[in-house]
T-cell receptor, first 114, second 114 residues
Framework: NAGVTQTPKFRVLKTGQSMTLLCAQD?????MYWYRQDPGMGLRLIHY???????AKGEVPDGYNVSRLKKQNFLLGLESAAPSQTSVYFC?????????????FGPGTRLTVT | GDSVTQMEGPVTLSEEAFLTINCTYT??????LFWYVQYPGEGLQLLLK?????DKGSNKGFEATYRKETTSFHLEKGSVQVSDSAVYFC?????????????FGAGTRLAVHP
């Protein structure tokens, strides 16, 4: 059981370049999330999805777009990367019901924007 | 707004020492409380949780009690091992209108030496 997987693991971008981070989960979870982790700040929610075809903004959505075309995949896009987007990005998923707040995390993507 | 404050790290201990990592929170409602652990190179994993006041969460020798009167959820372990070296995140969570919200503290790095 792979759980939550993320690709790529590492990426270096130049300012203004674009990229897409892919998250996949095989647990049939309804909810999926994208976070960024910065030193001394914990994890902050970028966007989330409560089901296939739906997305919503989190705490820090500016500069990012997301799509959930398939239930198992959640894509995070950076259209024009900026140095302030240098961070570690984590995807997570959760089921509905009483365990909805138990989130399962992927291993992360370390992104550097120069 | 809602927030979580953790003691700053790193915390450095010898094997078999007693561990306490302090966590306090501010919340407008009645959140669930969580401890997540992040081992080197991996994503976050749920370590333990408590859903209401006076509940005690426990797992792998770690414990934390939901203290509403002091708004705290301190993590403890009686005898740490080298394998416990990781970053520990305290978090609070709400379910509200389909938005499953987790708010994380900044994390506390624990290093255990033989």
């Amino acid at each position: 059981n792979a759980g939550v997987t993320q690709t790529p693991k590492f990426r270096v971008l130049k300012t203004g370049q674009s990229m897409t981070l892919l998250c996949a989960q095989d647990m049939n979870h309804e909810y999926m999330y994208w976070y960024r982790q910065d030193p001394g700040m914990g994890l902050r929610l970028i966007h989330y999805s409560v089901g296939e075809g739906t997305t919503a903004k989190g705490e820090v959505p500016d500069g990012y777009n997301v799509s959930r075309l398939k239930k198992q995949n959640f894509l995070l896009g950076l259209e024009s990367a900026a140095p302030s987007q240098t961070s570690v990005y984590f995807c997570a998923s959760s089921s509905t019901g009483t365990n909805v707040l138990k989130q399962y995390f992927g291993p992360g993507t370390r992104l550097t924007v120069t | 707004g809602d927030s979580v404050t953790q003691m700053e790290g790193p915390v450095t201990l010898s094997e078999e020492a007693f561990l306490t990592i302090n966590c306090t929170y501010t919340a407008t409602g009645y959140p669930s409380l969580f401890w997540y652990v992040q081992y080197p190179g991996e994503g976050l994993q749920l370590l333990l949780k408590a859903t209401k006041a006076d509940d005690k969460g426990s797992n792998k020798g770690f414990e934390a009690t939901y203290r509403k009167e002091t708004t705290s959820f301190h993590l403890e372990k009686g005898s740490v091992q080298v394998s416990d070296s990781a970053v520990y995140f305290c978090a609070l969570g709400f379910v509200s209108g389909g938005y499953n919200k987790l708010i994380f503290g900044a994390g506390t790095r624990l290093a255990v030496h033989p």
